[in-house]
């Protein structure tokens, strides 16, 4: 199964951008990239998700590598409410399974 | 339109008992998924069903855990004769699509004594 990497930890300031790397080096080419957050004891919030190209929504904006091994979501001004564990998932098309990676948890400094 | 339901949200079992979990997915999904989250740790997918057939249950233990998603009714995850390792929060998601965004619910809460 292919397997997603990500940071542990990352910090940012508030209002600044922020750009957190995903390594998915044995992506196949049925593999989604999905990105999900998740705030202390509550469940997984939709983030964005892509394929090949890169996709903008009103939450984030998902850069996928041109040899799709690696992904970058960006948030375009942190702030205080982005704080939470940021997961990159792979879905593949045929089969549905989901594989989350660990996740990196995301601190915004005021 | 009402999110995705799950039912209960804190569970707590004794060792050898059974804990039954349940999903209600959004209206007009026909694609849910089961994962768990131990403490501290990150999401494990166990389980992707489409209505009456288990597509991939390849994160699912092989004893004492089952689900189904009926025709009509719920989203059940069973755990036979529980144990203090499946103390975990367990969450459902749902979908429309089979790649689709997937929409979570708030998650049941299993500790087991």
């Known amino acids: 199964d292919a397997k997603t990497t990500q940071p542990n930890s990352m910090e940012s300031n508030e209002e600044e951008p922020v750009h957190l790397p995903c390594n998915h080096s044995?992506?196949?080419?049925?593999?989604?990239i999905h990105w999900y957050r998740q705030l202390p004891s509550q469940g997984p919030e939709y983030v964005i998700h892509?394929?090949?190209s890169n996709v903008n929504n009103r939450m984030a904006s998902l850069a996928i590598a041109e040899d799709r091994k690696s992904s970058t979501l960006i948030l375009h001004r942190a702030t205080l409410r982005d704080a939470a564990v940021y997961y990159c998932?792979?879905?593949?098309?045929?089969?549905?399974?989901?594989?989350f990676g660990d996740g990196t948890t995301l601190t915004v400094k005021p | 339109n009402a999110g995705v339901m799950q039912n209960p949200r804190h569970l707590v079992r004794r060792r050898g008992q059974e804990a039954r979990l349940r999903c209600s997915p959004m209206?007009?999904?026909?694609?849910v998924y089961w994962y768990r989250q131990l403490p501290e740790e990150g999401l494990k997918f166990m389980v992707y069903?489409?209505?009456?057939?288990?597509?991939?249950e390849s994160g699912m233990p092989k004893e004492r855990f089952s689900a189904e998603f009926p025709k009509e009714g719920p989203s059940i995850l069973r755990i036979q004769q529980v144990v203090r390792g499946d103390s975990a929060a367990y969450f459902c998601?749902?979908?429309?699509?089979?790649?689709?965004?997937?929409?979570f619910g708030p998650g049941t809460r299993l500790t087991v004594l």
């Open positions: 069903l489409q209505k009456e057939n288990i597509i991939d």
């Open positions: 209206k007009g999904h026909s694609h």
């Open positions: 892509g394929l090949t």
């Open positions: 044995t992506i196949s080419g049925t593999d989604y």
């Open positions: 998601a749902s979908s429309p699509f089979r790649v689709g965004e997937q929409f």
């Open positions: 998932i792979l879905i593949n098309t045929n089969a549905g399974k989901s594989t």
